[in-house]
């Protein structure tokens, strides 16, 4: 499935054959990774649904302008699971977003993007759809890892007191 190579490849770049082949088996059995893989729309939906809950209550005004140039999650957000990150961020913040990914689990892949989001939120609100659509498909080649993670670090992850599962779930 598309962006599995990415992930295989920053494995072998870090582990042995068979110690990355059963790095790629965990990190591919967990509830989102297997949601998103296996295209279960309903289950994708409810994801995107729960991440622009908390997309509206950190960054509302780049948020109610994504929702005046109809950009949706999907347009960004498939391609950066997929490949949990590897194929969006340099290789070296990638795998500083796997560590606490593999720590924290899902919901970091989340706080992440928004992390990403609160980075570029200003140059984001400038553009239209075109434009922003191509820059969170193609992010910069040079991004900062500590102003990346401190806008990681700003984003609050509870919505009237319910974390994203609680959510998720409903």
């Not at 770049?13 to 068979?18: E, I, Y």
């Not at 992440?112 to 075109?130: H, K, N, S």
Request: glycine fraction near 2%.
């Amino acid at each position: 499935v598309q962006g599995m190579s990415f992930i295989a490849a920053v494995l072998i770049l870090n582990l042995d054959t068979a110690d990355a082949f059963i790095a790629f088996a965990n990190l591919l059995n967990k509830p989102c990774q297997m949601a998103f893989f296996r295209v279960d729309h309903s289950l994708m939906l409810t994801y995107f649904a729960a991440f622009e809950v908390f997309f509206e209550e950190n960054l509302p005004k780049l948020f109610a302008h994504f929702k005046k140039n109809n950009l949706t999650p999907d347009i960004y957000l498939i391609d950066w699971i997929f490949t949990l990150y590897s194929k969006s961020l340099p290789l070296d913040l990638a795998c500083r977003v796997w560590d606490v990914f593999c720590r924290d689990g899902e919901e970091f892949l989340f706080r992440t993007a928004l992390g990403v989001l609160r980075l570029y939120q200003d140059v984001l609100t400038a553009m239209d759809f075109i434009h922003m659509a191509q820059f969170l498909t193609r992010l910069p080649d040079l991004i900062p890892p500590e102003q990346l993670f401190q806008h990681i670090a700003a984003v609050h992850m509870t919505s009237r007191n319910r974390k994203l599962t609680q959510i998720f779930t409903g």
